[in-house]
Structures are given as C-alpha cells and as structure tokens.
C-alpha cells in the first residue's frame, strides 16, 4: 500500500477527530458517533498496515496446482456496510443534507455493496494462458509464453480489487508491457488472509510455468530499485 495513501488516510482521520472532540464537549452524541465512525474508516489503511506489514507472508509456492481467483470474504465489509449507514441516517434525518459526511458514507456504503454484488474480476490459471475475466463480460488472455514476470497487488487508491501483477512481451510502449508491469485484474479478496491465499496461488501459477514472481513488481521498478527487465532477458 503506498505510503502516500496512508499518509493521507491519517490527516483524513484526524479531520474528523476535532470536530468529534468538540461535539463531546457539547454533549452532542450524534455528532460524536459520526465523527468516531469516520475517523475509523479514514485510519482503516493505516491500522490494518501497521497490523500486519511484518508479518509472514504467504508460503511459498509448494508444488501445488494453482487455483482459480474468484471474490472471497464479503462478510468482512457487512459491518463496515452497515455502521456507514448508521452515519448516513443520523446525518440525514437531523440535518438534511446541510452535512457532507452522511452524503459521503451513503455514496461509499452503496460503492461497497455494489463492490459486494459484483464480486470484481475473475482469474483464470488456464494449461496455455492466464484468463482475466472482467465484470462487464469481457475477456483478456496472456498467453504463458508471453509473461515475462509475475507479482502481486493488493488494494490500493486506484483499484479496490487484489490481482496479479505481470510484465508480459510487447512494445515498449505496452501497458502491461516488457518494460511496464500492470495489474491484471482487480478480485475482491476482503481480509488479510484471502489477499495471501490470492497471492499464493499467483506464485504456484509462476512456479509451474517457470516464470519469476517478485514481489512488490510495480513498486521496485517505480522506484528504481530495480531495472525493468531482468538480466539476460530476451523479449
């Protein structure tokens, strides 16, 4: 997850800290309870970073056949759903829209059902190719023989949707390209323990077709920590 994301996720946070803190004073518990609610939302990213960035990882790849990525673990967001809304009726009947803040949970609780419903992408570790499946019907094929590297991506400020990351032959100019790793796919794979299941089977995918998984792809190369292509490539 980017830093910068976190970063402003937690000045996000401490925008509703204040107003909360002074509606305590005053008694208004209304106003406390929208505030806390909100403030949680916006430190979400950061408490779940700094919950689990040192910690294990996914295995390994073991040898076992890859399987194939389909939407896992929307009970996770029926909480969330539901104390958003909490906000949005507060808001909205007391203070008909002369407030953002029910009218911004409102919008979010309906993008996450809808999130919910439609499950995101679906990936497919085919014999002769990685299948992404969009949700609007349509359908992408990369060839095995034309995936240069393999990584992993969770969700992220432009994508709520986890996915293989990949780096596959063509121009210079592709996007995903030779020089230009992009994310696939976008599943929804709510909580900790579904992304690393989601980004096992990415690496058994890699390891059965003996193509390299790296992790953090996107990040490494942005960076310059690393060079786009790996030494002695041939693309």
């Known amino acids: 997850m980017p830093r910068w994301f976190l970063a402003l996720s937690a000045l996000a946070g401490l925008s509703f800290v204040v107003p ?8 208004d518990v209304r106003r406390v309870v929208i505030g806390v609610i909100l403030t ?12 689990y960035h040192n910690a294990t990882t996914a295995p390994e790849a073991d040898g076992a056949a890859p399987q194939d990525l389909r939407a896992r673990g929307q009970r996770h967001w029926i909480l969330p759903v539901l104390l958003l809304l909490v906000v949005a009726v507060l808001g909205l009947v007391q203070h008909p829209f002369t407030s953002l803040a029910p009218l911004w949970a409102l919008a979010l609780a309906a993008t996450t ?3 919910m419903r439609s499950g995101g992408d679906q990936v497919d570790f085919t014999d002769d190719a990685l299948v992404v499946r969009f949700r609007n019907g349509q359908e992408k094929r990369y060839p095995w023989s034309d995936v240069l590297e393999l990584s992993w991506s969770s969700p992220h400020w432009a994508n709520a949707g986890s996915g293989p990351v990949a780096r596959v032959r063509g121009s210079a100019y592709d996007t995903p390209g030779p020089t230009s790793p992009a994310q696939l796919g976008a599943v929804l794979l709510a909580g900790h323990d579904n992304r690393l299941w989601g980004r096992q089977q990415v690496q058994r995918a890699a390891a059965a077709h003996g193509i390299p998984f790296t992790d953090d792809l996107i990040t490494a190369i942005n960076s310059g920590s690393r060079k786009a292509r790996l030494p002695g490539e041939v693309s």
């Open 40 to 51: 949680g939302f916006c430190w979400w990213p950061l408490i779940t970073w700094l919950r």
């Open 113 to 115: 059902i809808w999130q």
């Open 20 to 27: 909360a803190g002074q509606a305590a004073l005053d008694g």
